[in-house]
């Protein structure tokens, strides 16, 4: 898609969503810079496994939206991106209230960049780590 870093600025300025998957898990930009994002969501029973705490998989989701976000700043008009791989490592379990990512770019080349996100609690506890590996495509 033409235009990417367009939109997250325009979500970030606006207070919006730069994707129908952030609105839909309610992950919003907090902050942003070149190579950087802060998102955040309001995590409640709705994002919760078996056991009564947040899904992984919603945990990998404002991973991704971090890395990808902080990614998108760093890309030119003709320029979109993909996520190849992603890891993420749990430190502790999440049940409810706000947790913020921060994504990096922690190297950007001409066909890949590795980027790296952490989310935290309220408390500023680390809950989990990710790293992932991007392609950049011409949109």
């Known amino acids: 898609m033409k235009g990417v870093k367009k939109v997250v600025y325009d979500a970030w300025k606006n207070g919006t ?36 705490t947040m899904h992984g998989g919603i945990m990998a989701d404002i991973a991704d939206a971090a890395m990808g976000i902080a990614i998108a700043t760093t890309i030119a008009p003709q320029e979109d991106f993909t ?14 209230g706000p947790l913020r990512a921060e994504g990096t770019v922690a190297k950007r080349g001409k066909r890949v960049a590795f ?9 500023k506890q680390v809950v989990a780590k990710a790293n992932g ?5 011409n949109a």
């Open 17 to 52: 969503y730069p994707s129908s998957a952030t609105k839909t898990l309610g992950i919003k930009i907090v902050e942003l810079s070149e190579g950087r994002s802060l998102v955040e969501m309001m995590v409640d029973p709705k994002h919760h496994n078996m056991s009564a």
């Open 115 to 123: 980027t790296e996100a952490v989310l935290t609690n309220e408390q």
């Open 83 to 96: 996520t190849m791989e992603m890891k993420i490592s749990f430190f502790r379990p999440h049940i409810k």
């Open 133 to 137: 590996t991007w392609l950049f495509l």
